[in-house]
């Protein structure tokens, strides 16, 4: 190959003249080779799996949407399948009057948001323990905290039904209670706190548990949290000692800003896990506890919550707004075809209603869950 | 008399009457008062155990021995012995089948899981457009396949099998959750039917796919891990086996496995007890829903004395205590399993040499 050709030269540029081949040469190239086909035809296989896979996951969400905007006729018409014939909010508007909705969604706010601030705080000082302190019992304690992750919660539901539905005088937290003087309660028992119009005993099981570190998979949180401690280097501490901090002092100047990812993603998992719980609530705020002192409750017979949450009955069986919805169309007892359905879409729309305020939250932190668990040092 | 500073008292003639030990303050050396600050971080834990947990578990485990009767007022135990536990497994008609069962469905999604789990992390973990949002909308069921969601998806479903007349025992561990058949069975016995396979394992087959949401909304968690575990893998080494011509095949097996096999491990079993510890499974609805129902009825009767009257009565075996007894077996199975796994599993793990 000849040298190339200067073509025109000026004070700064400069034009050369190479000798390439032409254009359709190199296209063919680039674009006819066996790599670049294959590569297109994965990317192809991978763009349809993923799209395919999120389809998977989002098409109850997109049913349920569907669903949601139908109105009764729309299940006992065959031919409607997605799209409703008479679309209709109505669900949607009898599930916000007639279950308050806003004041359940305030009242699970409230809980969660404090509930997970406990549970992230309590977990993070417990894990912060057990990764950078050596003391007598501390393999016994992490041992616990891992025994707790692996039982499942429905193994206690027994005991919790007794140890929290009874705080009469004979139990800690009952004499506790006693002497301290809020029993405010007309049922027999010691089992009412008036707040307003509501009853907020419920509350104090969520709260116990919460501060104590044994609240919904706080195991799992103080095991992300101590493998995260693990990870920071002693020299952080050892300097701050050595300023003359003590360990609280460290542990909230120093530790919790370094450890903000980790805090945040523990935090959304205890917020959202309990936004939906619905295990603890159906222990811990059943009716007959407060009406009847006679027998358990039966697991099918919800109340009329005083102190309304999303994930109580009236949500999971359409509540209030399934029956006012089928005076509506004259359900009563008698069901026709179609009603299950229907009832199943008034579930569905419920679900909608409780998901929509995670969902919309999710999508402005779903970069700093990934961020913190990828920062916590599972992977070793 | 005068007192000097190293606690000598000396008289005026200058002889030293006596000498005091200074004065001991209580001084803890660092390793102590570091031991005592480990302690106070994990005070609020370990109240937690002594006044609420350990009680919980205490009571928990005494109700597989005993008849947890609940009066108004109060609750009373009548020891029963081994009555719970034998009545689980020589009279619960559905208990061992649904144990079975739920093993089974384990034993197949586990393993569906982590394959599907890596599968993905490891496509996740590429560049392309619109990772982000891929990875928020594989992520959304962690936040919401759970509690009340969980029930009502899962209550729909079985509605659903009612409406549909589909055959519902009950015991299908996992199955139910989303409830979304894409795929109906016809459809795959129609693709499968000229493939030599047997009937079990097209079951096997078909449930998978049927129930392909369950193991992709099950996946969420394991799928951070994984690809945590990648992003872990120094890209050099990547980068030496290209140098050296491997391809994408042989670098999978020979230095991504490897590295992510503890990652393996930590999936396996976070799957197994998020698996059996959702209270979708099929053998915590059966505990919860079928003991003492019509159709497994509980005729077993301990003699017990009435506190009343003083006289001893027969008495049936209460379903709570039957529960939690169930509950307790289930429990100790999936230990025993949980250690099995990890002990087989161990054998294949690698671990880097760390420096």
Known sequence: MDAPKIKKESKNKIRVDFERAPLWERLKGKYFSMRFVKNVLYKIFRLILLLGVSFVILYPYISKIADSFKSFPDFQDITVVYISRNPTIEQYKYIITENQYFRAMLNTFLLSASTALIQTLICALVGYGLAKFKFKGRNIIFAIVIVTMMLPQDILRLPMQNMFWRFDDQHLIGKLLDALGVTTSTIPGKMGIQLGSMNIFGLIPHFALS???????????????????????????????????TTFRTFFQIIIPLAVPMLITVFIFAFSWQWTD???????????YWTSNLSLPDNAKWFEYSFPLLSSGNFAGGGSAANVLGTIYSQGNTKDTGWDMYANAISGTSTILIALPLIIAFIFLQNKIVQGIERSGIVG | MAKNKDFTTVSQDGTVLYHMAPKKT??????????????????????????????????SIKAVFYTVDVVPGEVRYYFAGFENIRWAFMEDLYFKTSLINGFKDLLIQVPAIIIFSLFMAIILNQKMVGRAAFRAIFFLPVILSIGIIDTIDTNAALSMDVITGAINDGTDAMMEGGGNNFISMMDLNVLLQNVQVGASFLRVASDLVTNIFDVVSRSGVQMLIFLSGLQSISPAIYESCQIDGASAWETFWKVTLPMISPMILVNSIYTLIDAFTSSGNGVIRHIFNNIGSASNPINTTIPVKDPATGETINMLLKENSLSTTEMWIYVVLIAILVVIVSLLMKAFVFYQKRD
């Open chain 1, 211 to 245: 501060l104590t570190g044994f609240g919904f998979r706080n195991g799992l949180f103080i095991f992300l949290l101590r493998q995260f401690f693990t990870g920071v280097p002693d020299e952080l501490e050892e300097s701050a000692y050595m300023d003359g901090c």
């Open chain 1, 278 to 288: 619905d295990f603890y609530i159906n222990t811990f705020w059943m009716e007959s």
């Open chain 2, 26 to 59: 209580m001084k803890l050396s660092l390793t102590q008062r570091k031991a005592l600050s480990g302690w106070l971080l994990v005070l609020p834990f370990v109240i937690g155990l002594i006044l609420l947990y350990g009680p919980l578990i205490f009571n």
